[in-house]
């Protein structure tokens, strides 16, 4: 997917929102009654639970170990393109007060709808919204997270500005995103993934784009994730099969991260490669 110009940016943006409503629409997300449990499974690191989980999990935990989940009592938080709601559910059942937007209004509705019957709509403020131009106060929120959408903002050159404009000072934004454009055996693997929703955008990311979206911010930092265990996305269906993961699943991916660990500490030539990443800049 080709970075769009500044003459074709509003009409990007406008068909990357129709695409996405289009998926959110015909992909199989629903309305769910979400407790706090229940959005843990959901988020965690899939060697540790039985059935569901989500195979990033590890990155996505790395991530709400940086913000502070689970305790989160008095925290604003701002859950930016955050999809059908789950992380912002996650952290209104934590104790914060959130404000959580996406370009999707059909992504909205079933946020919202899924946040009243888990009980914290009272304490999430859901908005359809640009990211390019955000409503907040300046200097309003501690924290925003976002998962899988830096791919796609990273084109937009107001972005960073205003989410930055919206961070205490000293607050931190949080990405989990796929891994970086480096690696040729991802290539393939990702056309794969997602040639059906291609049209709604984004593209692998490269360390200058990471530091052309982190130039409003005091601080970037980049944790790796992801090499030869990179092949647990590769092969989901594999092992995920029957509803969940198998002994030797486990065990193969167990032995293909600790190799990464490894990998990762002492040949940083290599974290170019990995399969996945999670970029925290500080305001």
Request: hydrophobic share 40%; with cysteine.
């Amino acid at each position: 997917m080709k970075k769009p110009t500044k003459e074709n940016l509003t009409e990007v943006v406008k068909a990357r929102t129709i695409n996405y409503d289009h998926h959110y629409q015909t992909a199989g997300w629903k309305v769910e009654c979400w407790t706090k449990e229940k959005a843990e499974n959901f988020l965690a690191y899939a060697l540790e639970v039985n059935r569901g989980g989500n195979l990033n999990g590890k990155e996505i935990s790395y991530a709400l170990n940086i913000l502070g989940a689970p305790q989160l009592n008095g925290m604003r938080i701002l859950d930016y393109c955050c999809g059908t709601g789950i992380s912002a559910i996650y952290f209104a059942l934590c104790g914060a007060e959130v404000w959580a937007f996406d370009a999707s209004s059909k992504a909205i509705d079933i946020a919202i709808k899924s946040a009243d019957m888990s009980s914290v709509s009272k304490m999430i403020h859901f908005n359809v919204l640009d990211a390019q131009k955000l409503p907040y106060e300046s200097a309003f929120f501690n924290v925003s997270f976002c998962q899988s959408a830096l791919h796609i903002v990273v084109d937009y050159p107001a972005c960073p500005y205003e989410l930055s404009r919206v961070l205490k000072p000293g607050g931190k934004a949080i990405f989990c995103d796929e891994g970086l454009g480096y690696n040729p055996f991802l290539k393939p693997i990702r056309w794969l993934r997602r040639r059906k929703w291609l049209k709604c955008g984004g593209r692998p990311l490269i360390y200058p784009d990471i530091e052309q979206f982190g130039k409003p911010f005091s601080k970037t930092d980049i944790q790796h994730f992801n090499i030869l265990s990179q092949l647990k996305t590769a092969f989901r269906s594999q092992l995920y099969r029957n509803g969940g993961l198998k002994k030797w699943s486990r065990t193969l991916i167990r032995s293909a991260e600790k190799i990464d660990a490894v990998l990762l500490s002492n040949i940083p030539y290599l974290r170019k490669y990995c399969g996945s990443v999670v970029i925290t800049y500080t305001k």
